[in-house]
């Protein structure tokens, strides 16, 4: 079983830094590909991350590309999506999700964490 929770959401001027935390049950990064969702009011929910470091590759949108960056603290079973640059479209619940190798779809979630970016 793989549980995530999510952490670092919160209330940033244009511009600014978050880094959000997934806090994931053991061996999760090495067993999963995890990936970085985001929902905004209206809209689809959206990858704008995914890694799998057992596989070495990793993913970003062209809209995050270049601000957003991943990290993992595998002693903490804890991985991190430093976001940089924020803007107010980057506003959004994110959440941390994990996806079998061969599942066909993100089947664990986190709780998600919201942020808001204020212009």
């Known amino acids: 079983q793989v549980q995530l929770v999510e952490s670092g959401g919160g209330l940033v001027q244009a511009g600014g830094s978050l880094r959000l935390s997934c806090a994931a049950s053991?061996?999760?990064?090495?067993?999963?590909?995890m990936g970085w969702f985001r929902q905004a009011p209206g809209k689809e929910r959206e990858l704008v991350a995914a890694?799998?470091?057992?596989?070495?590759?990793?993913y970003y949108a062209d809209s995050v590309k270049g601000r957003f960056t991943f990290s993992r603290d595998s002693a903490k079973n804890t991985m991190y999506l430093q976001m940089n640059s924020l803007k107010p479209e980057d506003t959004a619940v994110y959440y941390c999700a994990a996806k079998g190798v061969r599942a066909r779809q993100y089947d664990y979630w986190g709780q998600g964490t919201q942020v808001t970016v204020s212009s």
């Open positions: 053991g061996r999760t990064f090495s067993t999963y590909t």
């Open positions: 890694v799998s470091w057992s596989a070495g590759s990793t």
